[in-house]
């Protein structure tokens, strides 16, 4: 799934940036946080709850940072109302929500590849308005 991360990001203009497959210059936290200093956005992908992921995560919201949250559907349980469960400090975010069973460019997974897409346009078009301060007067 980087890899087909990184193409949506690339086909939007921007330039990705996955830690998993660099090789930090120095200690590895250290290169973490700047880099989610310096990143326009980030795009979580947490499931299975990888605590790495979600140390990050936090640090990024911290940081004020536009984030695109995403998931494989299987991690997500239905209670018995058939209600998605979410911990409830991430159910205030939006998540796209990715069949892991299924290559990316399959035709079930089309539905978040376009939710990932305009999420990806909609942060894009955020940065945008924030970096020339557009108000209307």
């Not at 035709?107 to 940065?127: G, P, Y």
Request: aromatic share 12%; with cysteine.
């Amino acid at each position: 799934w980087i890899e087909y991360y990184k193409e949506e990001i690339k086909a939007n203009g921007l330039k990705p940036y996955f830690q998993e497959h660099e090789e930090p210059p120095r200690e590895i936290i250290m290169d973490i946080y700047e880099q989610l200093r310096n990143c326009a956005f980030v795009l979580a992908d947490i499931t299975d709850g990888r605590e790495n992921c979600l140390y990050e995560l936090g640090y990024a919201h911290a940081l004020g940072k536009k984030i695109i949250l995403i998931r494989d559907d299987a991690d997500v349980r239905e209670d018995k109302d058939n209600e998605v469960r979410i911990t409830f400090d991430l159910n205030q975010f939006k998540h796209s929500f990715r069949n892991g069973s299924e290559k990316p460019e399959s035709e079930i997974n089309s539905e978040f590849r376009n939710d990932l897409k305009d999420r990806i346009l909609k942060v894009k078009a955020a940065l945008f308005e924030s970096q020339f301060n557009f108000t209307s007067e």
